[in-house]
C-alpha cells in the first residue's frame, strides 16, 4: 500500500474477518487449555420450503443455561438473559447430522456455528404440515451427559391457501423503536419476550389473515408451544425481520404467548463475511422473501412493515421483481420525517395496480383488507376490541403510554 493512502474498504474488511478469526481461535484454545468446554447444543430455526425442496437450518452454540422469560423478572434478570442470548459461544467446523424423511445428510457448521441442509425429492412432501427433523452431533470431547440431539420444523404451506403473508417484526408486530437506538437498546436488554408489548389488535388481525375466508379455523391459543406442536394455518405466516439470530428466541416466544400464528421466523447475521464488513443489512429482507416466493410457486402474497426502516422500498422492489404475486402491502405509520416519501412510493406501487396503505393503526389495515376480501368482515369486531383491550392495566392506561420511553 503506498504511503499515506488509506486502506481500501476489502483491505479493511480482511483484517477484520483475520482479527475476528484469530480471536474465536484463541478463545478456543484457551478452553480446552484449562478444561472448561461448556457442553453443546443445536439451536434450530423453523424452515420452509415447497413439497419438493425444503431446508433445515440452525446454529451450534455453547450450551448457556438461559432462564424462560418471567412477567415479574427484574430489569437485572432480563439484561442477564439478553446478554447470554448475545454473547453467543458459536461452535464452528464443527459435524452435525440431519435425519429427514429416512434420508441423512452430514455438514460441517461455517465460522460463526450455523448449518443448512437442504432436500430435493421427486416424490412431492404432504402438504400443509410441518414436517420434521431430526438433528444430532456425534459424541464430544466435553463434559456431556448424553446425546446432543434436536428437533427442527419445517413448512410445507397447504395447497388450498388463499395467500400467503410476509411481516416485518420491529414495530410492525413488536413495539421496538427500531429508528431510535437508545430506545430499542433499552427495550432490548430490559425487557423480556413475555412483557415486550404488540401493536394493539396484532394478533386478532394476524390471525384473522391466516384464516382468510376459512372461517372454521380457530385462532392459535397461547398454551400451546408452537416449537412442541406447531400448527399451519390455512394461509401461510413467514415473519421476516432485521434483526440479528440471537434474539430467535425472544420472538419465538413472543410470538407465542401473544397468540400469534405459527410461522417461520427469518432472522440475519450480524458477523463479518466475505461479501460485507458487517453481514446483513435490509437487503437481506429481500433475499428472504424471493425464497419464499420461490418456495411457494404461484401462490400471491400480503406483504406488511412499517415506515421507520426500507420495508416500502424493499417491497416495492419484491412488486417490481414479481408481477402478481402481490394483493395487498400495509404499511404501519411510526416516523414523521419518512412519512412524505412513504407516501410517494405508495402512489407509485398503487398505480401498478397493488394497492399500498399507509396505515395509522391495525384496525385501518383490517378495515382495507375486509374490502379487498383478505379477511372475513366478520372478524373485524373482535380486531377492534383486541385494539382497545391489548395488554391494559388495571387503572386503563393503555400499553403505549407504559412502554413509551
Known sequence: MPHGSLPSADQLKR????????????????????????????????????????RVSGRV?????????????????????????????????????CEFHGRRQTALTDEEGYFEFRYRFAEALPDGAFHTATLS???Q???????????????????TAQFGVISDMDDTVIRSYASNFWKIARLTLLKNARTR???????????????????????????????????????????????????YE???????????????????????????????????????????????????????????????????????RHPGRVKAIYIRDVRDRTRFDV????????????????VPDTVAAANHAAQLGLIDAAHLPAIREDRRGDRLDATGESAERQETV
Not at 74 to 93: C, I, K, L, P
Not at 197 to 213: I, K
Request: glycine share 8%; hydrophobic share 40%.
Open 250 to 320: 425472544l420472538f419465538r416466544v413472543f410470538l407465542r404467548v401473544n397468540g400469534l400464528p405459527d410461522g417461520p421466523i427469518l432472522l440475519r447475521d450480524l458477523g463479518i463475511d466475505a461479501n460485507q464488513f458487517i453481514a446483513g443489512g435490509h437487503g437481506h429482507k429481500l433475499e428472504k422473501i424471493e425464497r419464499i416466493f420461490a418456495s411457494t410457486g404461484d401462490l400471491p402474497f400480503v406483504l406488511i412493515g412499517d415506515s421507520g426502516q426500507d420495508d416500502p422500498k424493499l417491497y416495492r422492489d419484491a412488486v417490481a
Open 137 to 139: 452431533l456425534p459424541p
Open 197 to 247: 408489548l404488540p401493536f394493539e389488535g396484532v394478533s386478532a388481525f394476524y390471525n384473522a389473515l391466516a384464516a382468510g375466508t376459512h372461517s372454521d379455523w380457530a385462532e392459535s391459543p397461547t398454551s400451546r408451544d408452537p416449537d412442541i406442536d406447531p400448527v399451519v394455518p390455512p394461509n401461510p405466516i413467514y415473519y421476516v425481520s432485521s434483526s440479528a439470530w440471537n434474539l
Open 343 to 358: 407516501r410517494r412510493i405508495a402512489r407509485e406501487v398503487t398505480a401498478d395496480g397493488v394497492p399500498m396503505k399507509l
Open 141 to 159: 470431547a466435553i463434559r456431556q451427559a448424553g446425546p446432543v440431539q434436536a428437533t427442527s420444523f419445517n413448512l410445507v404451506p397447504s395447497a
Open 61 to 97: 452454540l455453547e450450551d448457556k443455561p438461559i432462564a424462560d422469560p418471567e412477567e415479574d423478572h427484574s430489569w437485572w434478570q432480563n439484561m442477564r438473559s439478553m446478554y447470554r442470548h448475545w454473547q453467543t459461544d458459536e461452535v464452528s467446523g464443527c459435524r452435525i447430522a
Open 15 to 54: 483484517a477484520a474477518q483475520i482479527v475476528e478469526g484469530r480471536y474465536e481461535s484463541a478463545k478456543r484454545n484457551l478452553k480446552a487449555l484449562v478444561g472448561f468446554r461448556r457442553p453443546l447444543r443445536i439451536q434450530t430455526y423453523r424452515g420452509f420450503g415447497s413439497p419438493n425442496d425444503l
